[in-house]
């Protein structure tokens, strides 16, 4: 039996929902992933009546291809797709019988009417919480239009091939064969990049809001919530609905809920923000601000939005390095997120850079999945809590390189090493390793505001207690402020201030 007692009890109410037959095509040799993946399609094939199952030869072994009965959808997985590719496992079983996706049907319609052929691969991890995402969005498109093929490849069942394709971030997504993307990605996001996204004539008629959100993340969410429901109307402006929320594993600190996952929070919030017709342009990426008669915001697609008062939620992202060789080698051995990538690095030799709680966190699960982790932090001490310090010292495979700096990170193709220098001594020195985690902290993302607004010397933009900035009717909430904590639950209370203080401005102005 491959599936666990609770996992098969879950997986029996699934099936229950299948609408017609699916025959599961399965390509195995006598490895013991074929083993394994012949006795979980079995399995399935037992637990339900619509499912049944046939050999076949298909380009990679092992692998299986969900198909309709007569008609191929191009659904195959390459590997096992238990882990965090379970509910991809159960949503493909389930569209492919027939069951609608759960997505807008103008996003329907846009994928149907891809033209062209497309074999989309995705290289992904089982233990990485943003391949999902991106699986399942694959294998919706594969589903819906017959041109388009998608095939989930498992790095750890394809070692070779993942070498030999010189793959080192997951989600790798290569589209016909050639790199497409790499990281998490919506549905939204990959039919924007094969070029079927809004142009700006769309917006050219929409007529002046009250109080227009830039920014998508948990502030940007509540600002927005908060807004509509005085009635009044409300847009959000967001290149990545979710924000960092959806890069974030495990959320233990949201209080009222023990413990969720990144993109089900975000999930929830889009509900909750479609629920009060709040209107949402996703995808969009501002590039200016003027003040005139109204505030006049630009999309970097030319559009313009007016608005009588705006909230700015545009939040962080990773701080770089800036050292030669990371922007070269980036998913080349040079990672932001140790949960996503770190499998990737199994036995191998690793950097973290930062020693702050998140470099220790990081170097923390690393150890556990690498041969060895080589801590550098910039300061004579670490900044981490001493929790985690603690622990990290009880590691063996650990080093912690104090009082030095990055100088560079070296390779051609790959990384192959980190310099640096010992700052008391100004000695250089190089460790061989072949990957880089850089967790230093994050940056704000005003840069496209310049001098709009005040903003601190590292760019945060200043509020007063109503989340004002120093131009009337202009608010801001959220990580992209001088707010000194950022957290999850902090932002949604500010972005929910903000709104509330440009609900006063719009009363009194
Ligand atoms: C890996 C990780 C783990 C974390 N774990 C936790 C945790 O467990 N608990 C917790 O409370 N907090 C956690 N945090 C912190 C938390 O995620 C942030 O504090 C929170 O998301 C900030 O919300 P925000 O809305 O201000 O900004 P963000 O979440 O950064 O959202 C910013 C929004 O603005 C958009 N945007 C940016 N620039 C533009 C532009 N020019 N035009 C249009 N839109 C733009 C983005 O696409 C996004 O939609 C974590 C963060 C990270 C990175």
Redesign the pocket.
């Known amino acids: 039996m491959v599936l666990e007692a609770d996992i098969k009890a879950q997986l029996n109410q699934y099936l229950e929902l299948i609408e017609n037959d699916i025959v599961l095509k399965v390509s195995t040799g006598s490895d013991d992933v074929s083993k394994e993946m012949l006795a979980l399609v079995e399995e399935l094939a037992s637990m339900s009546s619509k499912i049944s199952y046939e050999e076949a030869e298909l380009e990679r072994t092992p692998s299986f291809r969900v198909n309709r009965v007569g008609e191929d959808t191009g659904v195959t997985f390459a590997g096992i797709p238990l882990g965090h590719e379970f509910t991809s496992l159960v949503l493909a079983l389930l569209q492919v019988s027939g069951r609608a996706p759960k997505v807008d049907q103008h996003v329907i319609d846009q994928v149907k009417n891809i033209q062209g052929d497309y074999h989309f691969e995705s290289f992904i991890s089982l233990s990485c919480h943003n391949c999902p995402d991106v699986v399942q969005a694959l294998n919706m498109m594969s589903i819906l239009n017959p041109r388009i093929s998608h095939t989930m490849i498992d790095g750890a069942a394809y070692k070779e091939e993942v070498e030999a394709k010189n793959i080192m971030a997951v989600p790798t997504v290569h589209l016909n064969g050639e790199p497409f993307s790499s990281g998490r990605m919506t549905l939204e996001e990959i039919l924007a990049q094969l070029g079927s996204a809004p142009d700006a004539s769309e917006f050219e008629d929409k007529d002046p809001y009250d109080v227009l959100v830039?920014?998508?993340?948990?502030?940007?969410?509540?600002a927005a919530i908060y807004a509509a429901r005085k009635g009044i109307r409300t847009g959000i402006?967001?290149?990545?609905?979710?924000?960092?929320?959806?890069?974030?594993?495990?959320?233990?600190?949201?209080i009222s809920v023990k413990q969720t996952e990144?993109p089900k929070l975000v999930a929830s919030l889009e509900e909750h923000v479609k629920d009060y017709g709040i209107d949402v342009m996703n995808l969009?990426?501002?590039?200016s601000l003027e003040k005139k008669d109204l505030f006049e915001l630009e999309?970097?697609n030319g559009a313009v939005l007016k608005s009588k008062s705006v909230i700015i939620?545009?939040?962080?992202?990773?701080r770089n390095v800036n050292v030669p060789g990371e922007q070269e080698l980036k998913n080349k051995g040079v990672a932001y997120?140790p949960?996503c990538d770190g499998p990737l690095f199994e036995g191998r030799d690793v950097a973290v850079i930062g020693g702050g709680n998140?470099g220790i966190e990081a170097a923390i699960d690393l150890a556990g999945i690498v041969k060895h982790v080589t801590v550098l932090e910039f300061l004579p001490e670490l900044k981490a809590d001493k929790v985690l310090q603690d622990r990290l010292n009880s590691l063996p495979n650990v080093t912690v390189l104090k009082n030095v700096q990055t100088k560079e990170i070296t390779g051609t193709d790959n990384v192959n090493g980190i310099t640096y220098v010992e700052r008391d001594t100004e000695e250089e020195k190089h460790i061989e390793l072949q990957g880089v985690f850089v967790q230093i902290g994050?940056v704000p993302?005003t840069e496209?505001l310049h001098d709009t607004v005040e903003r601190t010397r590292i760019g945060e933009i200043v509020v007063d207690k109503k989340g004002s900035t120093n131009i009337p009717g202009l608010f801001a909430?959220?990580?992209?402020?001088d707010s000194p904590y950022?957290?999850?639950?902090?932002?949604?209370g500010?972005?929910a201030n903000a709104s509330l203080g440009a609900f006063d401005y719009l009363i009194r102005n």
């Open positions: 830039v920014g998508g993340g948990p502030a940007g969410a509540s402006v967001a290149e990545r609905f979710g924000g960092q929320v959806l890069d974030t594993m495990s959320i233990e600190n949201f990144g969009q990426r501002a590039s999309l970097e939620s545009t939040g962080a992202r990773w997120c949960h998140s994050l993302n496209w909430a959220g990580d992209c402020t950022n957290q999850i639950i902090i932002s949604m500010s972005g």
